[in-house]
């Protein structure tokens, strides 16, 4: 499989969560209260990318493949399709492009203005995902790109304070952040039984 | 009564009914899970026959009592009453019922008795949201009223709905609602029904007080800590239209209810 094939192939399983939601609008199965259900919908995938995009670096490192890398950027752009989407199902639908409201939401609702935070640090991290711009930023893109590491835990907040009664729904994601965080630690610390590429930056 | 008296008492709005699927398929009711649809999908092996309450505290006819021997007196009504989510959303239903003050009443509840706790059925055989160990609400479920409110015409104990005998995801067979207060105060599957001097500690007052108020009067004014309650979405909505309208004090029963919370500071006893 030649490289753009699979990089292709990899794109069109990520959007396979969206092409189902598209389905169940089209089906008209999303219930009586449809836009909470895209925002959630959305939402709880923006997550899950985000952890998928962040897990493709340590499979990296455990397995030595150099394809998983390869889909990086792939993954944190179909992960900024779907917080892009969320946002706009926000913007348009629960709120209606009212500007009022929009400030009242920010102003009045902590969960609002973390989530607002955490997609304006993921923004220039999409906006400098193209060749020219790694490039053109040579070290400083990768220093810029740790911002993630901000915008992970605040999205998940985010999530995470939405919750009315169980945390179950959002445990497993919880437990897949912290394995990626400390990885990431023991990995910096030369820790990890595995070969690292990333000990001698 | 006329239907005019009807009407001005707050018993029926002509407001469009919300779809008999949707109010029995879009639930919250924790005990079958947290899902909007898990009360429709795990209610089957729930039984609501036979069903009795226990009622007890400061009452001179305290006693096990099987609903049908409850039932037996009562007149039945319909009552088509606005229901308004703590969560921004709003239906309307239709339901039948008999008011719960005459079942107060007839228990003889003694001067002590300043509040009504009910508690919902506790049984994770048949309530497999009970069994979730990632819960942050306690069970069994519970609730309460001040005496006068739960003596109010409005206060309703319904056993059905759209014309038909209630559903277990809509609370069968037996459950309170309380139209001008916010859904979760209108527990479902009643066991338990308790006379008591002091206020009861409920079950989202207790998991976040700063949230969820003993008194969860319907308010645009105070808004829940993580989301506003000036505006709700009436049920249907649909994607692209989201049928938003303004939240009214008392949930547009300000006329018949207000004067319980004369001189309360409501942003404060919430």
């Known amino acids: ?201 | 009564k006329s239907t005019a008296q009807f009407a001005n008492s707050g018993f029926y709005t002509r407001e469009t009914q919300t779809p008999f699927d949707d109010a029995t398929h879009y639930n919250n009711f924790y005990e079958f899970g947290t899902g909007k649809t898990d009360p429709a999908r795990y209610q089957s092996k729930f039984v609501s026959t036979p069903w009795s309450i226990t009622v007890d505290g400061h009452c001179q006819k305290p006693g096990r009592y099987h609903l049908e021997d409850l039932m037996k007196p009562r007149n039945m009504e319909e009552r088509i009453y606005r229901l308004r989510c703590v969560e921004a959303w709003s239906m309307v239903i239709p339901w039948i019922g008999f008011s719960l003050g005459g079942l107060l009443s007839q228990m003889e509840p003694t001067s002590k008795a300043k509040y009504v706790a009910f508690t919902t059925l506790q049984d994770p055989q048949q309530m497999p949201g009970q069994r979730s160990s990632s819960s942050f609400v306690d069970w069994p479920y519970i609730e309460g009223l001040r005496m006068d409110e739960a003596m109010h015409p409005l206060t309703l104990m319904a056993v059905g709905l759209y014309g038909r005998e209630i559903l277990p995801q809509n609370g069968a067979p037996i459950r309170l609602v309380v139209p001008w207060k916010y859904g979760f105060k209108s527990i479902k599957s009643i066991v338990r029904i308790s006379f008591v001097e002091e206020m009861p500690a409920t079950t989202w007052n207790k998991a976040a007080p700063d949230e969820y108020g003993f008194y969860a009067n319907v308010n645009p004014d105070v808004s829940h800590p993580r989301w506003s309650q000036s505006s709700e979405r009436r049920l249907p909505s649909s994607l692209f239209s989201p049928n938003r309208i303004e939240t009214t004090l008392f949930n547009g029963y300000a006329e018949q209810v207000a004067s319980l919370y004369r001189g309360m500071n409501l942003a404060k006893q919430y």
């Not at chain 1, 209606?96 to 902590?110: D, F, I, S, Y």
């Open chain 1, 1 to 201: 499989m030649s490289n753009m094939r699979y990089k292709i192939m990899v794109v069109l399983v990520l959007l396979m969560p969206f092409e189902f939601l598209v389905w169940r609008v089209v089906s008209n199965d999303l219930g009586p209260d449809p836009i909470a259900v895209v925002a959630d919908y959305t939402g709880l995938w923006s997550i899950i990318l985000l952890l998928v995009a962040m897990t493709l670096s340590p499979l990296k490192r455990m397995t030595g493949w150099s394809q998983f890398l390869q889909v990086r950027r792939q993954a944190g752009l179909v992960m900024f399709f779907y917080a892009s989407l969320h946002v706009l199902t926000f913007f348009a639908l629960q709120i209606g492009w009212q500007w009022l409201q929009l400030v009242e939401a920010l102003t009045q609702q902590p969960y609002i203005i973390l989530g607002a935070t955490g997609y304006l640090l993921l923004l220039p991290l999409a906006v400098t995902s193209t060749n020219n711009w790694v490039r053109r930023l040579g070290r400083r893109w990768r220093r810029l790109h740790r911002l993630v590491y901000i915008a992970l835990p605040i999205v998940f907040l985010h999530g995470w304070w939405q919750l009315r009664a169980d945390g179950g729904e959002l445990l497993p994601y919880l437990l897949w952040m912290v394995i990626l965080l400390l990885e990431r630690i023991a990995d910096r610390f030369g820790l990890l039984p595995y070969r690292s590429q990333s000990v001698a930056r």
